[in-house]
């Protein structure tokens, strides 16, 4: 079962815990803003706070999903080929001159029905939800490559995908999404029963099965979840490109997974916050933003990326032993 709640002798120092991870990330990402806002040219510009806005979006909405998952003890990695092959399933709808509401509908379908499957074979069949996504993973990212010949599938100008490509109010749409779903699943998570029970199964799976929570029923809920949020991350990615592609968010799902760790999340489950995956996204965000600007050589970027996620479950490790010794 999840953590019991904090006696009144014990929720000085576990209120301080949580404060000092999600001060750290604040302490870190005013550390990172200032050191590349004084260092790098173009940082502090308007036009790079809105690329921000935009690039952090497309980590956040699949990432809010991914939080869930993560607190329940699971895993899913098929995060990036999730946003690739809706995004071509998308274009080739939209190709056809299928209704652009309809073709929106039915690539959110997709993504469903792809988290449905892996959270079955998680739930039903008993297969780690690693295995079952690192083959949705490899299936999808060669299907999205195969049906198009790795070139982009193009369609008409469209004034529905215009507006989601746009800014509102000075705000791209993609930025205003991602912070109205923050919003419903930071509720979901902390004011709801289905919430609770996610956190009491990432605890403890037979024990919170012997309360009565419908153990497999949440677990196929959560990845079905997960896909609808590739998918609607798909869906603004189309928008933003004007086309689908195969290879559009490669490595998204490693910095989905990042920002959720570096959030505090615990990879064993049981243990996780919304607020803490926000700032790791904006952290994530950041760090990739800034070493583009300063022209970084791209492979490098991704050992810095390693570097950070190795780094974040160390501390993770840390933080966990210190509260069973606080305790």
């Given at each position: ?44 510009s308007a036009n ?56 929106i509908v039915a ?211 840390l933080i966990a ?7």
């Amino acid at each position: 079962m999840t953590e019991a709640p904090p006696t009144s002798g014990r929720r000085g120092s576990r209120l301080l815990s949580l404060d000092m991870n999600e001060i750290g990330l604040i302490g870190i990402l005013l550390l990172l803003y200032f050191g590349f806002g004084l260092t790098t040219n173009g940082f502090l510009s308007a036009n790079n706070h809105l690329s921000l806005l935009r690039d952090a979006a497309s980590i956040a909405i699949a990432a809010w999903a991914v939080t869930l998952i993560i607190i329940a003890g699971e895993i899913d990695v098929s995060v990036g080929p999730m946003v690739a092959f809706t995004s071509v399933c998308l274009a080739f709808m939209l190709k056809a001159e299928v209704n652009v509401v309809v073709a929106i509908v039915a690539a959110l379908a997709i993504g469903g029905a792809l988290g449905t499957l892996a959270g079955s074979l998680r739930a039903y069949f008993g297969m780690p939800s690693f295995v079952a996504t690192l083959g949705l993973w490899s299936a999808l990212r060669g299907m999205s490559f195969f049906t198009t010949n790795a070139l982009p599938v193009t369609f008409k100008d469209n004034a529905l995908l215009d507006v989601l490509a746009d800014n509102i109010l000075g705000i791209p749409a993609s930025a205003i999404v991602m912070l109205v779903l923050f919003v419903i699943f930071a509720f979901i998570s902390r004011k709801t029963a289905y919430g609770r029970s996610i956190y009491a199964i990432g605890g403890n799976a037979s024990a919170a099965e012997l309360c009565g929570i419908p153990v497999a029923r949440i677990r196929v809920l959560i990845f079905t979840t997960s896909g609808v949020m590739a998918a609607l991350a798909g869906v603004l990615l189309t928008a933003r490109l004007g086309s689908g592609n195969a290879g559009t968010a490669n490595g998204l799902e490693f910095d989905v997974i990042a920002a959720v760790v570096i959030g505090g999340t615990s990879l064993s489950g049981g243990r996780g916050s919304l607020l803490g995956t926000l700032l790791g996204v904006f952290v994530i965000t950041l760090i990739g933003n800034g070493l583009v600007l300063r022209g970084i050589n791209p492979f490098f970027q991704e050992v810095v990326r390693g570097v950070i996620i190795v780094a974040a479950v160390l501390a993770n490790i840390l933080i966990a032993r210190y509260r069973k010794q606080s305790a």
